[in-house]
């Protein structure tokens, strides 16, 4: 691997930061974007049943806000209806997009930097090459004396191994991007239907503080 650095030549640090950063950021998102940690396939159920009857406690809602990110979307709403439960429909509505809205740009972390890298990654591996195209062309004798075998031979390495670096970069880095943008409008679909259930499921708590 140290030799293939020292072929490469300097163009090719860049792309190793690339690389490490893209790996980071990968593993940070698969260990993030876990369902148990998005939206447990049963909360939804569980906070329905727990408030059928009445409102939770203060200390329910908290233990719900720091259970993954649905349950930060349902405990926002909880908390509008017991703070103002005279509160209209649209007011609460807005509570559960404002938390939405926050949960979604919790998901997408990062995810931005990695299609960076995916698209930088190429221009990178393609600046290696022109920096070994020079070095090729610089090895031509401009006297007509001949060439540098060596100095071709390592221009011609930093040409290759760059582009084929950047590539290598580049293609998973796509890769997770794409996915991970696809799990995250998932994910988001997911938070919106679980706050559209909750809204009737909560104004009739509402009602009944306009009623009294």
């Known amino acids: 691997m140290i030799s293939i650095i020292q072929a490469a030549g300097w163009p090719i640090w ?36 727990v408030t059928r009857q009445s409102l939770p406690a203060p200390e329910v809602v908290n233990k719900l806000h720091d259970n993954s990110v649905l349950g930060q979307v349902l405990a926002a709403g909880l908390r509008t209806v017991i703070s ?22 919790q998901l997408e972390r990062y995810l931005n930097t990695l299609g960076t890298i995916a698209a930088a990654a190429p221009l990178l591996g393609l600046f290696g090459t022109v920096v ?25 390495s930093v040409a290759l191994y760059n582009t084929a670096f950047g590539l290598i970069i580049a293609i998973p880095s796509l890769m997770f991007y794409r996915y991970f943008r696809g799990l995250v409008d ?27």
């Open 14 to 49: 860049p792309l190793i930061l690339c690389s490490v950063v893209a790996l980071a950021l990968i593993i940070e998102r698969l260990m993030s974007l876990r369902p148990l940690r998005i939206a447990p396939a049963t909360l939804l159920e569980e906070v329905l049943t």
């Open 84 to 105: 103002e439960p005279r509160l209209a429909e649209a007011a609460l509505r807005q509570s559960f997009e404002s938390a939405g809205r926050s949960a979604v740009h």
């Open 132 to 156: 070994g195209m020079i070095e090729i062309f610089g090895s031509q004798a401009p006297t007509g004396g001949g060439s540098n075998p060596a100095l071709l031979a390592h221009g011609i």
């Open 186 to 212: 998932q994910m988001a679909l997911t938070l919106e239907l679980a706050a559209e259930r909750m809204v009737p499921h909560l104004m009739r708590f509402a009602v009944r503080g306009n009623a009294a």
